[in-house]
């Protein structure tokens, strides 16, 4: 049986993004992701971000690259994104209630917060 | 460091711990903690010998942190290694293998 792992992500874009490398990685290992947004992290979702360092990832360009992995579960929890005035333009993700967002949670193999 | 150890009291076994993130930095041998503190680096290493339990850090996240190994120091011309000898720098396939194999995976 293969494995899944749910990535909750709490908080704001990093530098290094390494909360998004992980999913490709973990996707890459054939393990189901599915990402769940929630809290600051939404800002992730903020659309045409640059890479937050000289020569790094942006995170824009990570979450394009979702899909080709495979992860195609990725939402938004708890509503529409409202972390601060920007439009959220990212339209791969979708947004799930609570409830859903809980049901993840319960079924994911494995949790794990950024 | 509890955790682990009351964990281990518990009957379950614990396959590997691996740091992500910040957490790579506990890998650093080079730390110099206040007089009458122990490094947190050797700290992990003790459990580490007690328990025979490996620890691994995330390779990517540790060179971007200054936590090289020789191998590493030399690609990088960095000079000296600064990873604790306890620890192993290794791939997320390493940890990717040990989700598909473990029945649970607890952060901190």
Redesign the interface.
């Known amino acids: 049986m293969s494995s899944s792992i749910l990535i909750n992500i709490t908080r704001p874009p990093t530098p290094d993004c390494e909360a998004l490398e992980y999913a490709l990685a973990m996707a890459a290992f054939d393990i189901e992701v599915k990402i769940l947004f929630s809290g600051r992290g939404i800002d992730w979702l903020n659309a045409g971000q640059a890479s937050r360092k000289l020569g790094g990832k942006s995170p824009a360009k990570l979450l394009a690259a979702l899909p080709m992995y495979g992860i195609d579960d990725i939402a938004v929890a708890g509503g529409p994104a409202t972390s601060d005035e920007s439009p959220k333009t990212f339209d791969t993700c979708q947004t799930i209630s609570q409830q859903q967002a809980a049901n993840w949670a319960r079924d994911a193999h494995h949790v794990v917060s950024f | 460091m509890r955790f682990i150890r009351a964990t281990l009291e518990s009957d379950y076994s614990i396959k590997r711990i691996f740091f992500?993130?910040d957490a790579v930095l506990a890998a650093n041998r080079l730390q110099t903690p206040p007089q009458g503190q122990k490094s947190i680096a050797q700290s992990w290493a003790e459990l580490a010998e007690e328990i025979s339990i490996p620890l691994h850090a995330c390779i990517?996240?540790s060179v971007?942190r200054g936590i090289v190994d020789e191998r590493e120091a030399e690609r990088y011309n960095l000079g000296v290694s600064s990873i604790h000898p306890s620890f192993t720098l290794t791939?997320?396939?390493e940890?990717?293998?040990v989700?598909?194999d473990?029945?649970?995976?607890v952060?901190f």
């Open positions: 992500y993130g990517a996240n971007r791939g997320l396939g940890m990717a293998e989700v598909h473990s029945e649970k995976m952060q």
